[in-house]
């Protein structure tokens, strides 16, 4: 691998489906983009592009709504494909090739948004090895755990890291012999929680603390489970979004008020780095991200 931009990226994944990668992949997007930065934003899920509909439809949105680029920002989008050489090898070349190739097209980004399949794939690992932050959305259930560790079914203990963690370590490794400055970044969030207290979502916080510490990643809380989000995607259209010129919904409810703050939260515990503006007397120094929704 080899870097040869300052952009910022920013891996969603997670080799499990439904946990909600392409929701917190847009929500990200979004936010970025309403706090005066540029985004670029790559679909690796070749075959269910869920993040190339979501911005479609939010494309076809703007279009019909009569919205301007400044009431409806859009970020970057590069579509890529999977290689279709009949030889192993140099399909795999070739993914490497075309990876690198688009990635380096965003060196005009501050943010790089990546949003990865719900599978091992070559190109899923290859741009795991990119990533400065992944954000790893994770239901509320020890299924979706067992792609982090695997239990002891008799005592409850964690036996070891699995498929997704071992992903992740090797990442790490392949950025560190690279040369590549800082480490990746590793959030794992807790979403589609739900708002009561059950025993298996005391269960999966006490396994989460304890594993964090043995595979080195952040836990944070992520998104509840709320139908709004699903309302959205066929819109285009975000939390952020609501409220604003074009928006199909008011934000009216306490339970989007509630969402916003999550999303906030969320936001805020990425720590991601303040990029300085521009340089032009007139123009005022870019607001934190979590600042920015907070005046939304």
């Known amino acids: 691998m080899n870097r040869e931009t300052d952009t910022h990226v920013i891996l969603i994944g997670n080799e499990k489906g439904g946990s909600g990668k392409t929701t917190v992949a847009m929500h990200t997007v979004v936010a970025l983009l309403r706090a005066g930065y540029s985004v670029g934003v790559l679909d690796i899920d070749v075959r269910q592009k869920s993040l190339a509909r979501y911005l479609e439809n939010r494309a076809q949105w703007g279009v019909a709504q009569g919205l301007t680029a400044e009431e409806l920002p859009m970020p970057k989008f590069l579509p890529l494909q999977n290689s279709e050489h009949d030889s192993h090898e140099k399909r795999i070349q070739d993914d490497d090739d075309r990876l690198r190739r688009t990635l380096a097209a965003f060196a005009d980004c501050d943010f790089l948004v990546i949003d990865s399949p719900g599978a091992d794939t070559h190109l899923s690992r290859s741009a795991h090895c990119y990533a400065d932050t992944i954000v790893t959305p994770l239901n509320d259930s020890f299924v979706d755990f067992d792609l982090l560790a695997r239990v002891n079914p008799a005592t409850g203990e964690i036996i070891g890291p699995s498929l997704y963690a071992e992903t992740v370590w090797r990442a790490r490794q392949m950025r560190a012999k690279s040369g590549v400055i800082g480490g990746i970044d590793w959030v794992v969030l807790r979403n589609r929680l739900q708002a009561t207290n059950a025993k298996n979502k005391a269960a999966m916080a006490a396994k989460l603390q304890d594993l964090s510490s043995r595979i080195q990643f952040r836990q944070a809380r992520g998104f509840g489970e709320r139908v709004i989000y ?67």
């Open 230 to 296: 699903r309302e959205l995607f066929s819109y285009g259209m975000t939390l952020l979004d609501l409220g604003c010129k074009g928006s199909p919904r008011k934000l009216s409810s306490m339970s989007h008020i509630a969402a916003r703050q999550e999303l906030r939260s969320y936001l805020s515990f990425l720590k991601l780095p303040q990029l300085a503006a521009p340089e032009a007397p007139a123009e005022p120094a870019k607001p934190a991200v979590a600042e920015s929704i907070a005046a939304a």
